[in-house]
């Protein structure tokens, strides 16, 4: 007997133990987070298989850019074809986080020379360079950010093929001196976002359909190959 396999969707009560903020929080230093990056599908392939590279300009700098708010991502890139945007699901460690909340702040390029790991601008700040007022964020470092899914694309046989990639290029997780991960504590799974306490494991596996890295604890997994 064939089965086949459309996901599930479940609700928690213990919220509190997913790594994810509402975007007006600010992020604690160390802390690892859900964020979401938009680009074109030729760029996504290449990030998943070699990862990110830092933007050589931008207003804050050097570093990637991206946002917990993923309406921010689905504008990107901007002036492109709605149907080449791709919207990354990533984990972040944000490291040393510095707050940039108002146009010519004195660190606005050099956060990361003063010892931080990265910018985050909060959304409605007021900053001239930030029209939409949404939630932003630079991480120095191009390995502290990581591919966990994909949040949206407008095809959905695209959004397959890159979950598949995915599948087939884990990132190795961030050994940074001082993190989660690095300092021994619980840290958080990279399929589910949940934190993993001691003594509890996250079983991981790929989905029948669609190929996709899943983990029992998450809330929701919906395969594209089958839905």
Request: charged share 20%.
């Amino acid at each position: 007997m064939s089965v086949s396999f459309f996901g599930w969707e479940v609700t928690y009560d213990d919220a509190s133990h997913r790594g994810e903020l509402g975007e007006s929080q600010e992020p604690k230093d160390k802390g690892v987070y859900t964020m979401y990056h938009g680009t074109s599908v030729a760029a996504a392939k290449t990030i998943i298989t070699s990862g990110f590279q830092q933007s050589t300009k931008g207003m804050l700098g050097k570093g990637v850019y991206v946002s917990r708010n993923q309406k921010k991502a689905e504008r990107y890139p901007l002036n492109s074809n709605p149907n080449d945007r791709v919207v990354l699901e990533l984990r972040v460690h944000v490291g040393r986080v510095k707050r940039i909340d108002k146009d010519n702040h004195p660190m606005q390029y050099t956060w990361n020379a003063n010892g931080y790991d990265t910018a985050w601008v909060p959304p409605k700040c007021g900053m001239m360079s930030v029209p939409s007022g949404l939630e932003e964020d630079c991480v120095f470092d191009p390995s502290r950010v990581e591919v966990t899914g994909i949040a949206r694309a407008a095809d959905g046989n695209i959004q397959t093929q890159l979950q598949q990639l995915i599948a087939k290029n884990p990132r190795r997780p961030w050994k940074g001196k001082g993190d989660a991960h690095g300092s021994g504590n619980s840290g958080v799974c990279p399929l589910c976002k949940r934190k993993i306490l001691q003594g509890h494991t996250h079983t991981t596996q790929q989905c029948w359909g669609c190929g996709q890295n899943i983990c029992i604890l998450m809330t929701k997994h919906v395969c594209p190959a089958t839905a």
